[in-house]
């Protein structure tokens, strides 16, 4: 074959090949797509239906109404305590987890085979379904025969209600959820405190500085935006927590623990209000789009920060 006929050869194969060439960045891009239209359509969908009047036992009542649902729900005294319980719930099992959390990462920090093994155990509950954990807690903290139930007895509270009095129904699913998911906050700190440069600590420990000022004045600035990312994440986890609330009390007893998922819940299936289901829902979007909002902007500051300094 000459060198004509194999540089007209070569180009022929080129120009079948551009093409797929071409085409293959939007099939890369192709599941991101599908991921992005199976978010938007349901959105958009909640955010039409929280403009109607909209029962699915009367469906000849349909129609449009504006933002009528959401002016019945800002009158309503019950929409207030949900927003309340939600915000409660939410910060006492952000902050108690965070806590928790840092100080076993803390505790862990050394990366020796013991500590380790103590990590991927502590992993374990993470590693439950949410409704599974709430079973299991409503079993061992059942006033006739749970476990626990018998345990605090041996300390004279025999009569301990756990998630059947409005008085202790907080605490009890605020114990689960932080029984759940304070591993994961521990994970997520415990590979920040593992990833800090160690020069600051072992130019500290050269200097004899006391372990509170390494601590308040080198660690928590440097874990700052790993803690702030793990707020993030629980905060928007517990705000639209349903699976241990609704498995242990179902938003009981009465209203005592009717947060926003459990309350859009029953407005959908018991009460068949689509409408007000779906206005719930937008309301719960704007509240976390808020807070993460919030979240995102002190992170971006604490990260200009760092870089300034570095």
């Given at each position: 074959m000459s060198m004509l006929q194999l540089l007209q050869a070569n180009a022929l194969v080129g120009r079948k090949a551009r093409p797929r060439g071409r085409a293959l960045p939007y099939l890369l891009s192709l599941p991101a797509l599908l991921v992005c239209v199976a978010i938007i359509v349901p959105f958009v969908a909640a955010a039409v239906y929280s403009l109607q009047r909209y029962r699915l036992n009367l469906p000849y009542l349909r129609g449009f109404i504006g933002i009528q649902n959401y002016v019945d729900f800002l009158t309503d005294p019950a929409f207030w305590n949900t927003l309340r319980i939600s915000l409660v719930y939410t910060a006492l099992t952000v902050v108690i987890e965070l806590l928790l959390g840092l100080g076993i990462a803390l505790l862990l920090r050394r990366p020796t085979r013991f500590h380790n093994a103590v990590s991927i155990v502590l992993l374990l509950p993470l590693m439950t379904a949410p409704a599974i954990a709430a079973l299991m807690w409503k079993l061992m903290t059942n006033p006739g025969f749970g476990i626990l139930s018998y345990l605090v007895g041996l300390f004279g509270l025999t009569d301990f209600k756990w998630a059947s009095?409005?008085?202790?129904?907080?605490?009890?699913?605020?114990?689960?959820?932080?029984?759940?998911?304070?591993?994961?906050?521990?994970?997520?700190?415990?590979?920040?405190?593992?990833?800090?440069?160690?020069?600051?600590?072992?130019?500290?420990?050269?200097?004899?500085?006391?372990?509170?000022?390494?601590?308040?004045?080198?660690?928590?600035?440097?874990l700052a935006p790993y803690i702030i990312t793990a707020s993030l994440f629980r905060l928007l986890d517990s705000i639209q927590q349903f699976d241990i609330i609704y498995a242990m009390t179902q938003g009981g007893p009465g209203d005592r623990l009717m947060v926003f998922q459990v309350q859009a819940y029953l407005e959908f299936f018991q009460y068949t209000n689509v409408g007000r289901s779906a206005a719930l829902l937008m309301i719960l979007w704007v509240i976390t789009n808020i807070l993460s909002n919030i979240f995102i902007k002190n992170w971006l500051r604490l990260r200009a920060r760092a870089h300034s300094q570095a």
């Open positions: 009095d409005p008085s202790t129904a907080l605490f009890t699913v605020v114990l689960v959820d932080v029984w759940v998911y304070t591993p994961f906050i521990m994970i997520l700190l415990l590979a920040g405190l593992r990833s800090l440069p160690r020069q600051p600590f072992e130019a500290a420990a050269l200097d004899g500085v006391p372990a509170t000022f390494v601590f308040f004045r080198i660690t928590l600035p440097m």
